[in-house]
Every structure is written in C-alpha cells, then in structure tokens.
Nanobody, 121 residues
C-alpha cells in the first residue's frame, strides 16, 4: 500500500474554482492508477475522476467539462482542478490508488483521509 494525503479543500462560493492535491509516499507512485472519489452525508461514495499509469483519463458524467485530473510523477502527486463548482459538489473528497483504472471503489487499495469541499449558494 501507499500513504496518501489530500489537501486543498475549503469553503467557496457557487461558481468558484478549487485545486485539490494528493501527495503519495514511496518510489512506486508511477505504477498506480489514481482516482478521486467524493462522499456527501447520507450518500454512497461516488466516483469523480481517475487517471491511469500511462495517462488515460475517465470522468464521471456529473463533472465532465468542469473538473480536470492530472498527475506529476516526479512529485508523487495527483491533482483535481475543479471549476464551476456547485452546491451539489459539496462533499468530502478522497484520493485513492489502484493497480488499474476503474470507476469502482473496490479496486482501490489505498485511500487518503479526505478533504472537505463546501460550496455555498
């Protein structure tokens, strides 16, 4: 497993932008597919975006055109650039590592502690 630490969450207004970061430990970061998930109170954890070892990317329909996932293997970091934020985006955001690109929770073996994103109307 790999240790993951998210940062960059906060309270913003409707329509604002925010950039989340996820720092990973170890020398094998480039071997993992990385994903972002989010969970609101009373809701299941849902897929947001993921990026493979080679840079293939998939997004949830709800964030297409607004969110961008990227990775910097030299810095062992994955990012989620969020724009046009809406109150419906309010959730705890988690980064996770997997052996392969997936939109499901199960394949991800390592998880960060989460960072709160709150979007006010």
């Amino acid at each position: 497993q790999v240790q993951l630490v998210e940062s960059g969450g906060g309270l913003v207004q409707d329509g604002a932008s925010l950039r989340l970061s996820c720092a990973a430990s170890g020398r094998t970061f480039s071997s993992y597919a990385m994903g972002w998930f989010r969970q609101a109170p009373g809701k299941e954890r849902e897929f947001v975006a993921a990026i493979s070892r080679s840079g293939n990317i998939v997004y949830a329909d709800s964030v297409k055109g607004r969110f961008t996932i990227s990775r910097d293997n030299a810095k062992n970091t994955v990012y989620l650039q969020m724009s046009g934020l809406k109150p419906g985006d309010t959730a705890v955001y988690y980064c996770a590592a997997s052996g392969y690109l997936s939109q499901k929770v199960d394949p991800y073996h390592s998880w960060g502690q989460g960072t709160q994103v709150t979007v006010s109307s």
